[in-house]
């Protein structure tokens, strides 16, 4: 059994967000302007949150309005319960199942890995209605517009985020077999350089990065490569290019692995480079044991078995 609250010390919290807005924005118009009140009924928040706390808040500097040392203690905490309250509600949304689970992918992983797998989903669980977006560029997860993504992350995530991973990073390189003639069995890096190589700009890793990780001693400009790079916006389309036999793509992840099984692709230098970086799900923690979310990341992380 839970203990009770003591809701005897709590805040008058219909002036939280007017000391939140307030504070964040430094001046009293502003925030009243932007929560749709007048600026006596700020002024009157403040002043009744003042009262409950027994501190003064805001002092004036001019026409803005500054946190005192108790003002500074105290906004984190508002902003944190606020944050706390909206994430709640969000995640109580999620339970009307009229509303489809958003969910936020890349083109490439869209594509090449989710799409060829999804209609097993809808198969398993015909309850569960996902609206998928794809994204071309930014490896964010959109947290205002997704519930659950599947991105690349090569630092740590917001504490307020739920973690999944799916597989690792492995970055190696793709070509047509046809492109290759003579493998003894791979193909010397230096003579990767000569073929035409694919970047995708958007992507946070390159060839220079590639190539200067398995040997340092290997040219790292741009400018020193002898046949120069294409350069295209999703490596779904660097791929197919590969596929047609027109340059060499550079891979991170699970997506040539079907084009690879069946001959259509190979790995020229038969060199794979880990990084630090890896594949997973992300949601808000709030929302990862739903029923829905928790279904969902369950079939996705099998997927990978």
């Not at 791979?186 to 040997?215: G, H, K, R």
Request: aromatic share 8%; proline share 8%.
């Amino acid at each position: 059994m839970l203990t009770p609250l003591p809701l005897n010390k709590l805040p008058p919290l219909s002036s939280l967000r007017g000391f939140e807005a307030a504070a964040r924005l430094q001046n009293l118009r502003a925030a009243a302007e932007e929560l749709h009140l007048t600026h006596p009924a700020i002024a009157n928040q403040i002043q009744r949150l003042e009262e409950s706390l027994g501190v003064k808040l805001f002092e004036r500097q001019g026409r803005h309005v500054v946190l005192t040392e108790a003002g500074h203690r105290f906004y984190p905490h508002v902003r944190e319960a606020i944050s706390t309250l909206i994430n709640g509600a969000e995640a109580a949304r999620q339970l009307h199942h009229a509303d489809p689970l958003r969910m936020q992918v890349y083109v490439t992983t869209s594509i090449r890995w989710l799409a060829p797998r999804l209609v097993h989903f809808y198969e398993s669980h015909p309850d569960v209605e996902l609206q998928v977006m794809t994204y071309s560029v930014g490896w964010e997860f959109d947290e205002a517009n997704a519930d659950i993504a599947i991105i690349y992350r090569d630092k740590p995530l917001p504490s307020h985020l739920h973690w999944v991973p799916l597989f690792p990073s492995q970055i190696f390189p793709v070509c047509s077999p046809d492109m290759v003639k003579a493998l003894a069995p791979s193909l010397p890096l230096e003579e990767l350089m000569n073929y035409p190589l694919i970047e995708v700009y958007t992507e946070s890793w390159s060839w220079e990065s590639w190539f200067s990780a398995l040997s340092p001693s290997l040219p790292t400009y741009e400018s020193d490569f002898p046949r120069g790079k294409i350069v295209v916006d999703t490596l779904a389309a660097a791929l197919e290019m590969a596929e047609r036999g027109e340059g060499v793509a550079l891979v991170n992840g699970p997506f040539a692995d079907d084009a690879l099984a069946e001959g259509r692709l190979i790995n020229p230098a038969n060199q794979v480079n880990e990084s630090q970086g890896e594949w997973g799900i992300v949601c808000h923690k709030d929302i990862a044991f739903n029923r829905r979310t928790s279904s969902l990341i369950s079939w996705l992380a099998s997927q990978t078995s």
